[in-house]
């Protein structure tokens, strides 16, 4: 930053910003996904065994790696994963 009746300069542009939350937000979405199925199996399970709801979750864990992966591969090999319903807020953000 300058200074001295000098113009700041800003660290971060706008089209930095809008690709951060991109990136939280397609984060977000798909780290929800696996959750949100474990939950629900985890709910019908209640009175099953313990070490069948350790697995459920332990699977969960397991699927958030793999987002988290998935996150790091090129994006023509991932294209795939974000349904193009929940894909247009990305759109919009450009």
């Known amino acids: 930053m ?3 009746g000098a113009e ?3 660290l971060v542009t706008q089209a930095d910003s809008a690709r951060s ?3 939280v937000y397609t984060v ?3 780290a929800t996904v696996p959750l949100l199925i474990v939950g629900i199996a985890a709910f019908f399970l209640r ?3 313990a070490e069948a709801r350790s ?3 332990r699977s969960a ?3 958030l790696l793999m987002v988290f ?3 790091q591969l090129p994006l023509h090999w991932i294209a795939w994963a974000v349904p193009s319903a929940l894909a247009a807020p990305l759109v919009v953000l450009g």
């Open 69 to 71: 992966i998935g996150r």
């Open 61 to 63: 864990v397991v699927a």
């Open 47 to 49: 009175r099953a065994s």
């Open 2 to 4: 300058l200074y001295g």
């Open 28 to 30: 977000s979405l798909l």
């Open 21 to 23: 939350v991109a990136a």
């Open 55 to 57: 697995l459920i979750w």
């Open 8 to 10: 700041a300069t800003l």
